[in-house]
């Protein structure tokens, strides 16, 4: 299933230094996303880069 197509349901904490989130707050409002989407996309992207999920967004082929 391609990560449009994905719904959102899972919670996911994260304790940050607060200049980084202050920072990540200005930048998310600049690209006009909340800081969650923002987060998202990144991590979405190091994934791909990484090959932990296809271009795509799915799981590699035999990684499910």
Not at 30 to 53: N, P, R, T, W
Request: glycine share 10%; aromatic share 6%.
């Amino acid at each position: 299933m391609a990560l449009e197509d994905e719904r959102k349901s899972e919670a996911f904490a994260v304790r940050m230094r607060p200049t980084v989130k202050k920072a990540g707050e200005r930048a998310a409002a600049h690209a006009g996303v909340s800081l969650a989407a923002l987060m998202d996309g990144l991590l979405i992207q190091y994934l791909k880069e990484q090959g932990f999920l296809t271009a795509s967004g799915e799981f590699p082929k035999g990684e499910e």
